[in-house]
């Protein structure tokens, strides 16, 4: 089973499509439950608006890179708007790359 940090590895290669930066960087993964006995991994996350044509592809990525981690048997996730995203919640990388499209801060 991979650990939290591998999952969190993992999900560094899904990209918002319309900022063009990773959605952990972007503050956008909320949490990451593993469930060892079972092989599950939960990932809890939300999208830069609850309007975002886009969240399926998020959601597809996000099976594709955890569901290749060795010993993911299965991948759940929950979409949730509570607490709303803010840029605030980007790392400090990616408050770093939204500054340089010009987001406030």
């Known amino acids: ?8 590895e993992a999900l560094k290669e899904c990209y918002d499509p319309e900022i063009g930066i990773n959605i952990v960087d972007l503050g956008l993964i909320y949490g990451v439950d593993i469930d060892e006995a079972t092989g599950k991994v939960k990932v809890t996350f939300t ?50 790359l939204l500054r340089l499209m010009g987001v406030p801060i």
């Open 47 to 96: 999208l830069t608006s609850p309007f975002c044509p886009l969240g399926e592809d998020l959601v597809e990525c996000i099976r594709l890179r955890v569901g290749s981690l060795e010993g993911v048997k299965e991948v759940e996730y929950e979409l949730t708007f509570d607490p709303p995203w803010t840029p605030q919640m980007a790392t400090e990388e990616g408050k770093t």
């Open 1 to 8: 089973m991979p650990t939290k940090e591998q999952v969190i």
